[in-house]
């Protein structure tokens, strides 16, 4: 496997249910990002962590869980999701330095989540 | 707060024209990451070119080159000899430094057809 990896590449779920996106990178990097990307609407940060600290985003509901066990692994654990947050879920990974030059982003190729 | 504007939502150009996409952002800072990225129907998101703000001297890359204009917070990307792959939808993305509450903003995109 080479550059970022998504898995499922499609997910469909129940309101009620819990399901795990999961992203894999294997490019060494040492920051992983999840994005929302919904119709008609600019891609959304949701979370990001960076030089192994996690960077908040309040807006984001907390039906939605990101977890980082090391640098390669990132997983957004869903619950309880709407129907509006059917959408892709794009994952990214990028090299930045201590002094806070950010690398730029390798994307995957995303996740389609439907809620019904 | 920091904003990404891509005033042009579709654009079409010959196939071996030059086409340019505009884009203008609004931020305070001085140091800063500007980025193009192309999702093609795929929706693998794939970086095109990268600008650093406190460098003068435009990105260029292959047949992509940008038009950075600092005082006038504008970034537009010029993409000459086009080809039938270079259509896809292009988001234009701003990333503040690391160390100062990271942001990572993106335009709504242009898509953008080539017409052969």
């Known amino acids: 496997e080479t550059g970022v990896t998504q898995t499922p590449r499609h997910l469909v779920m129940g309101m009620t249910n819990k399901k795990s996106l999961k992203c894999e990178q294997h490019?060494?990097?040492?920051?992983m990002y999840w994005y929302k990307q919904s119709a008609k609407k600019p891609l959304e940060l949701m979370f990001v962590?960076?030089?192994?600290?996690?960077?908040e985003n309040n807006s984001v509901p907390s039906r939605f869980s990101p977890e980082c066990p090391n640098s390669s692994h990132l997983f957004l654990h869903l619950h309880t999701l709407q129907p509006e947050d059917s959408a892709l879920y794009l994952c990214?990974?990028?090299?930045?330095?201590?002094?806070?030059?950010?690398?730029?982003?390798?994307f995957g190729p995303g996740t389609r989540l439907t809620v019904t | 707060a920091q904003t990404v504007t891509q005033s042009q939502p579709e654009m079409s150009v010959q196939e071996a024209e030059t086409v340019t996409l505009s884009c203008t952002y609004d931020?305070?800072?001085?140091?800063?990451?500007l980025f193009w990225y192309k999702q093609p129907p795929s929706r693998q998101m794939i970086l095109v070119i990268r600008?650093?703000?406190?460098?003068?001297q435009n990105a260029t890359e292959n047949r992509f080159s940008v038009n950075f204009q600092k005082a006038a917070k504008s970034f537009s990307l010029k993409i000459s000899d086009s080809q039938l792959g270079d259509a896809a939808m292009y988001f234009c993305?701003?990333?503040?430094?690391?160390?100062?509450?990271?942001?990572?903003?993106f335009g709504k995109g242009t898509r953008l057809h080539i017409l052969p």
């Open positions: 990214a990974s990028s090299q930045d330095t201590p002094r806070g030059r950010a690398g730029e982003q390798y």
């Open positions: 490019l060494g990097h040492n920051a």
């Open positions: 962590y960076s030089l192994e600290e996690r960077v």
């Open positions: 931020t305070s800072e001085s140091d800063y990451y």
């Open positions: 600008q650093e703000a406190y460098k003068q």
């Open positions: 993305a701003y990333r503040s430094p690391i160390n100062r509450d990271d942001k990572i903003i």
